[in-house]
């Protein structure tokens, strides 16, 4: 018992010990480093030939040619081109999914990227959608459409697609809302593209969570990006330069 008591003791003695430091924080600073190509002018030579078979590799999956666009394109709200794009192609490759929606909604914050004019490669479309998000459908009655349009509207715009004309003002209040040329109808139904990060009602779009006749596709093929690839291959294989302007789909009044 004695020998068990002084093993104890020895060991909590140990421990105090260990757990004791003559050091202490007296402060905490950062600094930023910049990481540009600066650091290309005198690459180290080791690191280059190790990375080389990897980056062979990146190259051949991220450097084709997947498209051309007309003009530098970037995410801004109230409305942009690129997010105008992007909600317009959800509405086109929705044929794939026997869908036909009445508009697209594609969050501002989860473009990642600009694209710039000339070619675009399968790298700058992940750039621009780097998340996991799944194209997704479902149907909102006309006061969720108008509750949602007032969330986006506080927000001070989201990407909708063509034929969504919204009116709001700088303090995030909705003004007027329609819908291809006709008033959003309280009672009726409509349905939208989105992706299903939005559809879960994150982003402040709360509304989504009142969708009803969900169609939320899983698999791979089904994220935003490949949905994107796949729209840039099928307009470069029929020799088309994708355009897209600012259209006044979101216009701010004083």
Not at 30 to 52: C, E, G, K
Not at 81 to 108: C, G, H, W
Request: with cysteine; charged share 25%.
């Amino acid at each position: 018992m004695k020998k068990i008591l002084m093993f104890a003791a020895v060991v909590s003695l140990l421990l105090t010990t260990a757990c004791t430091t003559h050091y202490k924080m007296t402060r905490v600073s950062r600094s930023q480093i910049v990481i540009d190509q600066r650091y290309d002018a005198s690459p180290d030579a080791q690191a280059v030939a190790f990375l080389a078979p990897y980056r062979a590799k990146v190259d051949a999956v991220m450097g084709p040619v997947v498209g051309r666009v007309a003009h530098d394109m970037a995410a801004a709200r109230p409305e942009s081109d690129l997010s105008n794009l992007l909600t317009d192609i959800f509405l086109y490759m929705s044929k794939r999914y026997n869908e036909q929606p009445d508009f697209a909604v594609y969050n501002m914050g989860g473009i990642r990227a600009a694209l710039a004019k000339g070619d675009v490669t399968y790298g700058d479309v992940l750039d621009v959608a780097p998340f996991d998000n799944k194209i997704c459908f479902l149907t909102l009655t006309g006061d969720k459409v108008l509750e949602l349009f007032r969330q986006i509207a506080k927000r001070g715009g989201e990407g909708v697609s063509r034929g969504v004309e919204m009116v709001i003002r700088p303090d995030g209040q909705l003004v007027s809302a329609r819908l291809h040329g006709k008033a959003i109808d309280p009672k009726g139904s409509y349905r939208i593209a989105t992706i299903d990060y939005i559809a879960q009602g994150n982003d402040g779009m709360t509304a989504f969570k009142s969708g009803t006749n969900l169609n939320s596709p899983q698999e791979d093929e089904n994220n935003s990006r490949y949905v994107i690839r796949d729209f840039f291959l099928e307009m470069l294989h029929n020799g088309q330069v994708i355009d897209s302007k600012v259209e006044g789909r979101i216009r701010v009044e004083n």
